[in-house]
Structures are given as C-alpha cells and as structure tokens.
C-alpha cells in the first residue's frame, strides 16, 4: 500500500510542477498601478483583479470597470463607453483616448 501512496505523491506532484511554467494569461499580468504623463499632469490607473478599476488625475477620479479582450485591453466606463488599450508586452500599455490621443503608461505597482 505504501507503494501506490508514494506513486500517487510523485504523480501529484510532476502534475503540480508541469503548470509552473506555463505564460501568464493576460488578465494576470495586468493588476497593479500604472502612470502615463501628459501636457496636463500625471494619470494613473489602477486595474483591481476583480476588474474593477480607478482612471485618476491631479483633479479628478473615475471608477470603471475592465476586462481582456482578444489580445487588447477594453476599459468600461459606468456611462456605457468603451476604450481599448493594447495589452503590455515590453513592460507599457498603450491607451488610445478619443480626443487626447495616445498615452503611454508604465507600471509603478503589480499586484
């Protein structure tokens, strides 16, 4: 009996260990705080893993809501507006704000 205990350990195992090197899916690499500076001061955004999320600037706060996509980020804003961001793979996220334009965030804080 002690046999079959031993070989259920070491399956359980190999098993536990096959996972460990597997990528990130991209919702996982995305929580944390990330800041983008502007002509008008510095944003940050805060990505919540429970996707819920805070855009805030030196004179106002908006929460939202986000999610993946494909391969892009999608920001959903509680009026029912949508804005989409590439998903970071050197280390930035890309915003494309309408009537702004594109913002450059980096990380400050994984979570």
Request: include cysteine.
């Amino acid at each position: 009996m002690s046999a079959l205990i031993r070989v259920l350990v070491l399956t359980a195992l190999m098993l536990l260990g096959c996972g460990a090197n597997e990528p990130e899916s991209p919702a996982a690499r995305l929580p944390g705080s990330w800041e983008a500076e502007t002509a008008e001061g510095r944003v940050v955004l805060v990505l919540q893993e429970d996707g819920k999320g805070v855009w805030r600037t030196e004179l106002d706060e908006a929460p939202f809501r986000w999610s993946v996509k494909g391969e892009g980020l999608v920001l959903h804003t509680r009026s029912g507006g949508a804005v989409a961001a590439s998903l970071p793979s050197d280390g930035t996220l890309r915003l494309n704000m309408p009537g702004v334009g594109e913002l450059l965030f980096s990380r400050t804080e994984r979570k």
